[in-house]
């Protein structure tokens, strides 16, 4: 048992070694450092800062996802070789230095332990893109709704649907005005930019979808709703759209295992039929989704979730 | 004169190894005792001592036209690897098999031999066929465990490139193939392992992963480059892969997605597809949780849906996992059941309680969404059906409940749609399989090959592997030309 650890080590090392040896040989061919990480696929992080106090914004190597993903999509992340493999939207990208960015919000044991690493750290691997990209068109008047970490995820949404020519109404909430993230990004990416907090801390004193309703009131013509953050709010501004018929994208977030279509643990039901969100979404039309059924299905694993914290020996480091 | 007497001698002594072998019983093989075993995740068979493998290879008579090669879709030269054994040499016997098979140690293990080369056997027409698959595991052990592994000679480079999308058996057999004939093979792997249902799917109590990182590692001895967390269709396309400067691809993707069966209730929470179970498990380890991150439903009153091998590993992983009651639900009878013989057994020894003639139609949920219950019918066997199996049909007014805190679907699987859906010209057929030639493998589009399970559906290890050698020729005809 010992040797074979042993062995890794000494194999490890030797890998590890070649790539720096490679890279460093013919720097400019991507490929071939690709290749040469084989099983061993780490991914640099370049980046690291938190945007609140339990949401942290992350840059990673990670050249060929950068060159190919599109707003909408995600990534799966394992931190290391016992960790879970999790999904995490791609907040932005940069292809020239061939990164990628992912905003998490502490939950459990893997954000804890994907938190406490730095720049310069590894993960031991980033599978992406994946999911369907958003559908981005000149819609008209649209407006991005991002509630708590979710602001991260329609941020990429958002800066598309400019980019495509629409007006671009943005409505962010956080619980306080600590909790907020992203309020100077989202402000340059849309044409109106509407703040709320549970607490009235900051900006509107209220819900995102309080904000959402008075827009609708005051006679606003909306051609397209998109809706990010936790469940009982995305089902909260469904509930405020339906009765006006407004076309209301909602980026779903189950738990996902190989998010290649394989297991079906990302099921959700979508206008009574069953949908893997990995492969089908990861959005929807918010007005066919089962929230209730999302939100039973998170709720799976809690107890084991609490047991992994508990045993989770990755301090928050300062910040 | 001189001449006769050898002759003589050389039939007597014929007559008495005859003699000799025909006092040799099959020899069983050894296993862990099944009440400590359902503790455990570690493998049930233990495998032959030396002794017991030169007894049982000394069976084999060694027919002069053997059938049971015809048995083996790979063309594995069974007697011959099989006298190696018979003279002591094991790592001979090794490179035998590994000149036609290069997974021998995972064949072995998982191979039907009950329905291809030991049902062919002579020997099995009167009495017991000849142990092919537990010498196979012997050899293939032996080799492993001395440490001695040759890597067998490697062509000139053509500089040909070829990708195989799926690290599954057909991919890495074909890599290997391809690899020894001088092409430069690359594997893209959507997960972050190799060995495709070897690693995700079949338990470690059946196929111990560490045999099957022996087997990638020794393709990687070879030459063969595998890159993991790389999904072909959203990454890069196939036909992106072409720009790359590859010659030819492989697609051998499997058939992973799994199936459902539509009833009611069927998303609650401790529902899972047979893939998410073992894949928790397997891939990703949860059954040592929480020393591994990944979680599992640890349920007392386990149910799985189905009757197939991959039922009998997701109801012995249940056991494994802690539970009270662990029930095969499947409608026909143990007749019809497509599992293997083997599997079903163990199952049985192990405490498995088969629901035969049984089929869900419902699961109720608790408050909280959690299935606590599982509504079913009793079935009886009708006319044969399109496989020419009998039909289950439902009895009238049979209806039950059974108290159930984890189900496991385990009612088949279907073509994972990513490849076809990026592939413009890429044809498949109504179940979404993607439809090749010949036998050798080739779709409809040019240099573009495909074979296993992404080709006919969830069928076997070794016939994955038999498509992957085949599309190996096929490949290298195709770069020649
Ligand atoms: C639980 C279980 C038990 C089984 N038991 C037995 C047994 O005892 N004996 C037996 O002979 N057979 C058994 N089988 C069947 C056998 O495992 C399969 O027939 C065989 O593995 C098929 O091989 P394959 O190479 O075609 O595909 P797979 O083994 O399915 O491998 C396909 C690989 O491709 C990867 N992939 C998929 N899509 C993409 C993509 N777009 N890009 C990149 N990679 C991709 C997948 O991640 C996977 O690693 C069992 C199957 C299961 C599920
Ligand atoms: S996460 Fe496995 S199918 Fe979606």
Known sequence: MRNAAVFFHFTFFILKFNIYINKFLCALCELCSERLRGDFALNKITEKFYLSENVVRMVLEAPEIAKKRKAGQFVVIM?????????????????????????????????????????????????????????????GTVVCVGGGVGVGVVYPIAVSLRKAGNRVVSIIGARNRDLLILKDEMKNTSDELIVTTDDGSYGFHGFVSGALQDMIDSDEKIDRIFAIGPVPMMQAICDVTRPYKIKTIVSLNPIMVDATGMCGACRVSVKGETKFACVDGPEFDGHEVDFNLLASRLRMYLNEERESMERCRCGRDER | MRKENRWKDAGAEEMKDKKERETIHRQGMPEQDPKLRTRNFDEVPLGYTEEMAVAEAKRCIQCKKPLCIGGCPVDVDIPGFIKLIAEGNFSGAARRLKETNCLPAVCGRVCPQEDQCEKICILGRKGEPVAVGRLERFAADYERESGNITVPEIARSTGKKVAVVGAGPAGLTIAGDLVKLGHEVTIFEALHKAGGVLVYGIPEFRLPKKIVEAEVDYLKKLGVKIITNTVIGRLKTVDELFEEGFGAVFLGVGAGAPVFMHIPGENLSGIYSANEYLTRSNLMKAYRFPEYDTPIVRGKNVAVIGGGNVAMDSVRTALRLGAENAYIIYRRTEVEMPARIEEVHHAGQEGVQFKLLTNPVEYIGDKDGWVKEMKCLRMELGEPDESGRRRPVPIKDSEFVMDVDTV?????????????????????????????????CETSRRGVYAGGDIVTGSATVILAMGAGRKAARAIDEYLKS
């Open chain 2, 408 to 440: 496991v679907v385990a009612v088949g699987t279907m073509a994972n749609p990513i490849i076809p859906a990026t592939t413009p010209g890429l044809e498949t057929n109504r179940w979404g399989h993607v439809t090749v030639k010949d036998e050798n």
């Open chain 1, 79 to 139: 931190t290391d070789e016992k960790g879970e493999r999790i999904p995490l939207t791609i907040a932005d990208s940069d292809v020239e230095k061939g990164t990628i960015t992912i905003i998490f919000q502490i939950v459990g044991k893997t954000t804890t332990c994907l938190a406490a690493l730095n720049a310069g750290d590894n993960i031991s691997g980033v599978q992406g893109p994946l999911g369907n990209p958003t559908e981005i068109d000149n819609f």
